[in-house]
Structures are given as C-alpha cells and as structure tokens.
C-alpha cells in the first residue's frame, strides 16, 4: 500500500520569502502522479501543482515549483514570494494506479505581514 | 470551469433526523467522491461512483447512503448519525475513474454537526 508523509506539521515564512514544505512517499509502482493541495481556513480544498512520475522536469505553477526526485521518492512544494493569501493547510497526495487519492497528514503554513 | 458545489455549507442536525447533503458539477466528469475530513486532519475517502454506479465503498456505516441520480449529481443521506459524525464532508469530481491522471477538483464542503 502507499503511503505519504509529511514531517512538519506547522511552519512559519515571513512575507516575501520562500519557503519548502516536505513531501516523501512509499510506493512500488512506476506510473504515478503526485498533487500538492492547499486547503485555506475557508477550507475549499484547491489543487496547486501536479507532477507525472514518468518526467523528470519539475512542475512549476507561477510562485510554485516542486523538487521531485523520483528514487528518493521525494515530492517538497517550494513557495517563492510568500504572501498572506499562501496561509493554509498544505496537503500533499499520490495517485497510483487505481481510484484513490492517498494524502500525507498536512501541514499547516502561515505566512507572517 | 473546475467547479464543484455543495449545499448546505453548514447542516446542524439531531441524531433522529434525516438530512442531505447535495453535490453538483457541470464539468463532464464522469467520477464523483465524498470524502469526510476532521479538523487538521486529510480527508478519509468514503464512496466514489464512476458512470452514476457506486464502485468504492470504504466500509461506511450504513447511515450514510450515497445517490446519483445523474452524472452531474451526487447526493449524500444522512440518517440517525451520531455525534462523532459531526465534520467536514467534501465532494470531489475527476473527469474519470481508475485513470491516474485525472485530477480530482474539490467542492467546498458542508460542515456538519450532529447534536
């Protein structure tokens, strides 16, 4: 079975700074997708950034980027220019083959003015 | 359009009553989800239909009854809960099931507390 883990519960950036969240994965399959979620206090969870195992270019969305070194399995978000808005709980999720969505326990990020 | 809504936003209910919660998309997609998710924790996936047929049930208890009645609806009945029921049910749809691919997009959710 697969599994996601995220070591840091809570982290703290000020505003304008970059900051890394942690994301490391177990799983035996090749063919993959990994997501980073965010979930902000008006909870709708929103999708911010996706990565196909098969490429080995990290993802980029605007102020979002993602490290992904498959043989570590390893999946961190990097936020660059931290701003208030950022202030959410970050969840990160692996979906192999199959129907579900396995996400790691979050982490809560709050950005500081 | 990535939109996925959900009514009420917040249900207040007795252990006796009956109740629904409704979930809509006008994406096209073909797979829909209800995942229930407590405070600071990740959602715990509960039910997905794929084709308006049910296909995964997580063991849930049988006072949650998942419906479709069309690829664009998804409704979750909600009978004789206990308090421990009380927490955030979201809604999510993907374009399809089974298909690694596809993302899932996430509906708001409806904060339920059972008294």
């Known amino acids: 079975a697969q599994t996601v883990t995220q070591s840091q519960p809570e982290m703290s950036v000020q505003e304008a700074e970059t900051v890394t969240l942690s994301c490391t994965y177990d799983t035996s399959e090749n063919n993959y997708y990994l997501f980073w979620y965010k979930q902000p206090p008006s909870r709708q969870m929103i999708l911010v950034i996706r990565q196909e195992a098969y490429k080995q270019q990290n993802a980029t969305e605007n102020r979002f980027s993602v490290n992904f070194q498959k043989a570590a399995k390893s999946f961190s978000l990097k936020i660059s220019d931290s701003q208030l808005g950022d202030t959410a709980m970050y969840f990160c999720?692996?979906?192999?083959?199959?129907?579900?969505?396995?996400f790691g326990a979050g982490t809560i990020l709050r950005v500081k003015s | 359009d990535t939109e996925v809504t959900q009514t009420p936003k917040h249900l207040v209910m007795g252990m006796t009553n009956k109740k629904s919660l409704k979930c809509e998309q006008h994406m096209g997609h073909r797979a829909m989800y209800w995942y229930k998710q407590k405070a600071k924790k990740p959602p715990e996936l509960m039910f997905v239909y794929s084709y308006e047929k049910l296909s995964i049930n997580e063991s849930v208890p049988s006072r949650f009854s998942p419906e479709c009645p069309n690829s664009s609806l998804l409704n979750l009945h909600l009978h004789a809960l206990q308090p421990e029921d009380s927490a955030l049910y979201l809604c999510?749809?993907?374009?399809?099931?089974?298909?690694?691919?596809?993302?899932?997009?996430f509906g708001p959710g409806t904060r339920l507390t059972v008294l």
């Open positions: 999510a749809s993907s374009p399809r099931e089974g298909v690694n691919t596809d993302t899932q997009y």
């Open positions: 999720a692996f979906r192999g083959y199959g129907n579900k969505l396995v």
